[in-house]
Every structure is written in C-alpha cells, then in structure tokens.
C-alpha cells in the first residue's frame, strides 16, 4: 500500500522554465511533508517542507504547495537550472507520532540546457 | 545543514559473511536514527527506528535478526546485515533525527552479495 504517490516517474524542463512535481497521499493523519533531492549512489538531501497548517512554503527557488483537501503538494521550482536534474522523492509524517518518514516514489528530473 | 556519515561507503562481501555498516551524526546528538533501504528504481524503504539505548523498532516484514541495529550512543548507530545473501544486496541509507520533523540523511552504503 503506497501511501505516498508520485506518478509521474520522470520530467523533463527546460533550463529557466518552471518544474513542477507532483505529489499525492492517502494517509490524512500525515500533517507534515518534504521534499528530498537525490543524486545516484548519495543521501537524499533536504530541501524543503510544509506544514499542514500552511498551504504554501517558498524559499528562494523552490516553493512547495499543499492542498489538504486533495491530499496532493507540489514542488515548483523556479527558474530550472542543470544542476537541479537528480531524482526529487516527496515524504510525509506525523508530528507527533514516530515520525518514520514515508516517501514516495520519486520523479527524476532532467533539465535541458 | 547537519552531517551525517556512513561507513563504509561500499562493501563487497561473500554469501554468508556479516557486514556491519555505520551511521554517525558528526555535529549533533540524535536520540533517533533510522534506517532505510532503496532497490534500484525504486524509493526508499525504512527498515526500523534506532533509539539510543533501547531496542530498535523494525517495520512489518524486516527481520530483527538478521538486520541487527545498535544504538549505543547519541552520535553512532550500527547496522550488521548477518549471514548476508546476494538478494541483500542494496544501498542502505541512515537518517539521523535532529528536531522535530527533521531527518538528515547519510550518504548510503552500497552492498553487494556475492
């Protein structure tokens, strides 16, 4: 049972436009989600996080939106740069249970020069 | 950010053979680590909970076993795969807890089972 959704398994940008990546979840007790980036053969690295209290988090380039009642967030990023082509993993928890992080499956991201 | 190592960072090893891979938080105490395991293509997959000083939690159909966790510091969490087989093959990747909501992660660890 994935509870974290990614479906789109890869997505291509060209460098300067915005990429978005999409994210859904099943569980509604998850009320704090992130997003990682991941390079092959490395820890996946944090980037940004939100909330549920909040439908909107930015921090310079990259601004993650929740939408509770869809059960979906995105991560936008903007402009796209080369060096943002890794695979990008979204993951939730639960603030105040054992807050084991539940990831999604990943969407690898390529930016066209 | 916080550091978090991995050591090693790759290991070969025969059928059989235990390995034993190390997480340690560099700059930080962490009360909480965790471990995970990613197949190629596919996300990652936590294993259990390691809590320093008490019995790591493992996740539904992980065997406590043969995926031994030590805790015995707030810096140093152990992972030994025993009697480990080539379908253990994997990369294993350790987070370290560092506030509320925050995990950082390890660079990962490489197996490969001969």
């Known amino acids: 049972d994935q509870q974290v959704k990614q479906n789109s398994p890869s997505l291509s940008v060209q460098e300067g436009r915005i990429s978005i990546l999409n994210c859904d979840y099943t569980?509604?007790?998850?009320?704090?989600f992130l997003w990682y980036k991941k390079y092959p053969a490395e820890g996946p690295t944090f980037l940004i996080s939100?909330?549920?209290?909040?439908d909107k988090n930015e921090d310079g380039r990259f601004t993650v939106f929740l939408n509770k009642s869809a059960k979906h967030l995105s991560l936008h990023i903007v402009p796209s740069q080369p060096g943002d082509s890794a695979v990008y993993f979204c993951?939730?928890?639960?603030?105040?249970?054992?807050?084991?992080?539940?990831f999604g499956t990943g969407t690898r991201l390529t930016i066209i020069p | 950010g916080a550091v978090v190592s991995q050591h090693p960072s790759w290991v070969i090893c025969k059928s059989g053979t235990s390995v034993k891979i190390e997480c340690r938080s560099l700059?930080?105490?962490?009360?909480?680590m965790f471990w995970y395991r990613q197949f190629p293509k596919q996300s990652l997959m936590l294993m259990a909970t390691?809590?320093?000083?008490?019995?790591?939690?493992?996740e539904q159909g992980v065997e406590k076993d043969k995926f031994l966790i030590n805790h015995a510091s707030l810096t140093l969490s152990t992972l030994t795969v025993t009697s480990a087989h080539p379908e253990d093959s994997s990369f294993y990747i350790c987070?370290?807890?560092?506030?509320?909501?925050?995990?950082?992660f390890g660079p990962g660890t490489r197996l490969l089972v001969l």
């Open positions: 390691s809590n320093e000083g008490s019995k790591a939690t493992y």
């Open positions: 993951a939730a928890l639960v603030s105040f249970g054992n807050e084991k992080l539940t």
């Open positions: 939100i909330s549920s209290i909040k």
């Open positions: 700059d930080f105490q962490a009360t909480t």
């Open positions: 987070s370290a807890k560092h506030g509320p909501e925050t995990q950082y």
């Open positions: 569980n509604s007790m998850f009320d704090y």
